[in-house]
């Protein structure tokens, strides 16, 4: 029988074989009873920071377990694996379905209707992960952007250029089988076990090709630099197929999985009438601080241990005066601000790592909540807003996606910065504008942020930096609005249409992007039988 233990401690010189001593000591049995011990979950307490811990539960076979005092939570049964419950629908489907987008919720969707047999045409705005690479490094070099193709379009999604951490809040049994398929697909296994699981840039990119290989040969395709323009709907304003370019694809499913950054998609979907609402975001700025100073606060002296990495914060503070939230967003320790525009004439900024985290320097969005007050009844006003605020960050840093930014102490001061002097500098690219970040920020957002950054300064002693620097904006945290969709996942009025994940307002990040594309699937292959014409 299986038993999961939870709750055992190893501290920092000590090594993974211990496991099985902690284990055979919490059961009162003799290390040889245990046949065998996997690692379930492995995270860090650094909660005392002279004293930082890993803590694991692990799942282990004795051979009898008879006398074995069960404990809950610390020691009991191992839960069953598991057992997906799905059924194939009978409704006809003359064309195979169409999923627009091939981030997580397009990728993962299609990737369980090919598992399935339902051969899905996945068509992509932007390029494939290859020369998606060159087209961003030459927005980088040059601020020449590719409104198809950029940090937020093309292969992989607006992830694939990130710190690729896979935390979510989303409690779902799929989160197990899409970590599982991200480390068949090259991802490292300790993805599988690790509390605070990330993949990085550079390994992200080879996982996405491997996925897109895998798609391929269960029979789904891909075409690239194929953008969505229009829907063609019948008499009874269902989808009767999706206009791309100059032609047109036949199709009676379609799964909308654009992310959030697709304004032209969001466009036309709401001039044809589809139903949607605008939805509350945030927005902000990003603030580098030297990942030695973040080591230091969080692991006291065993800051730089080989066995821990770059430390990562996570912060929250409500600002009653203004009625606002603030949250530190989107961590990535030993990353880089990225230049993530997707809109000619925009500066959007965004952070990045590579696996290793070793840029020395820890960046995290700072961000502040707006909601319909701010930015005006209509569906689309809050994907204006950003845009407004974008436009004026790209004037004030003097175009050519230069970005402004700021020493963060004069951010808190409300005064220009003249140069970035003393500060670490910003990583962003294509290049800052020193200046004041207040100006690119709706006035009370600016506010709340400082009140915030204040108040975190007791919690990260030294937060206020000397050599901190701030470069902004950031706007694209989440969909400004929200594709509604009825119980089983179909747009409320165009029947056929499935917006899913974090464009369609169902999904916050990576993984819970990929857990909503699922859904999707499923929800399409519980209603569509596979049709006999077209296999
Ligand atoms: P997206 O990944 O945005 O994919 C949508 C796709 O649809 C795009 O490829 C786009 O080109 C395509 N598309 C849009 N319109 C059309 C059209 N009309 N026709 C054809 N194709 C179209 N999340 C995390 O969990 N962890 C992180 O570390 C992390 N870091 C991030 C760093 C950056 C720089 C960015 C930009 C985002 C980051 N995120 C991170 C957020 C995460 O990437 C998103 O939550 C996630 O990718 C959403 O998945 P999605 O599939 O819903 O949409």
Redesign the pocket.
Known sequence: MKLRLTNLRLDLNMNEEALATLAARKIRVAPGKITSLHIIKKALDARKNERVEFVYSVDIQVGDIKGIKMNPPFVQPAPEPFREQLKRGDALLSFPPLV????????FCALKLAAWGYRPLV????FDVDRRFQEIERFWQTGVLNP?CN?????????T????????RVKDPRVRSILEQLAEAGAPEEILYLNKP?IGTDVLRGVMKNLRRKLISLGGQVIFG????GLKLSPEGSLAGLEVGQGEIPASVGVF??????R??YQ?LFDQGVLMEAKPFAMGLRVEHPQSFIDQNQYGKNAGHPKLGAADYALSFRDKERGRSAYSF?M?PGGVV?G?ASETGGVVT???SEHARASGRANAAIVATVDIPDFGDGCLKGMEFQRKWEQIASYRGGGNYYAPAQKLEDFLQNRPSADLAGTIGSSYRPGVTPGNLRDCLPQEVGETIAAAIRHWDRQIKGFIHPQAVVTGVET?TSAPVRILRNERLVSMNTPGLYP?????GY????????V??LKAAEAIISHYEKPKEFF
């Open positions: 627009v987008g091939s981030g997580p919720a397009g990728l068509l992509e705005r932007g198809d940090v937020q379009f093309g292969e992989g999604g607006a992830g250029f990130s710190d690729g951490k896979l935390t979510t990330h194929c953008r969505v323009t999985a654009i992310g959030h950054s697709a032209d998609t036309m989107c990535c990225v993530a965004n952070g990045m694209r899913a994940g974090e464009g369609a999904a916050g990040g990576i993984i819970s992007a990929a909503d594309g």
